[in-house]
């Protein structure tokens, strides 16, 4: 009889110390649960159009993007990697067009239409046709830009043109 009672009571300690440690997750399991900050993204792409509508800039893409300090390093990269290989393959005519906003035409400004995690859909202020989508990515305590147009979005995520 006892020791049906000390297996017992074993048994009872051990699936205890099981639950404990399955109910603090570690830092690598530890689940995002606040809500990303969207009005970085509606920053970025006003001042994006803003950037892309002064045609008396001479800052290239490359290097306005470079110099933000809200986009990820792998959204640089990724962009970069785009127009060099338009470039290659058309050195004339490079991508034709506009890999930030995936279009050739663009609103003067957006404003959030649409959340879905970190992605965000924006409209055109006075062209509430035009849509894109914008990816958000939680990096080093902030809220920054990780995707736009055909940078870093998933082509099922992009806005059909």
């Known amino acids: 009889m006892k020791t049906i009672i000390l297996l017992l009571l074993g048994l009872t300690v051990l699936s205890c110390k099981t639950t404990d440690s ?25 001042d994006y159009l803003a950037y892309s509508n002064d045609f008396k800039s001479e800052v290239g893409l490359i290097e306005w993007v470079n110099k933000r300090t809200d986009v990820t390093v792998g959204f640089k990269a990724e962009l970069k990697r785009i127009i060099d290989e ?14 930030v906003l995936d279009a050739q035409d663009n609103p003067s400004k957006f404003e959030i239409d649409n959340t879905d995690s970190e992605y965000l ?22 809220w920054l830009i990780n ?13 059909k043109r």
Do not use: H, M
């Not at 399955?22 to 006003?46: G, L, M």
């Not at 338009?86 to 890999?99: I, S, V, Y």
């Not at 995707?147 to 806005?159: A, D, M």
């Open 22 to 46: 399955k109910s603090e997750p570690s830092k690598k399991e530890t689940i995002q649960t606040f809500e990303p900050n969207y009005q970085v993204a509606i920053q970025f792409i006003n």
């Open 147 to 159: 995707g736009s147009g055909i940078i870093n979005v998933p082509e099922i995520k992009r806005i």
């Open 86 to 99: 338009a470039e290659k393959n058309d050195p004339e005519l490079g991508l034709g067009f506009d890999p």
């Open 121 to 142: 859909i924006v409209k055109g202020v006075k062209w509430a046709d035009f849509k894109l989508t914008l990816k958000l990515k939680f990096e080093e305590n902030n």
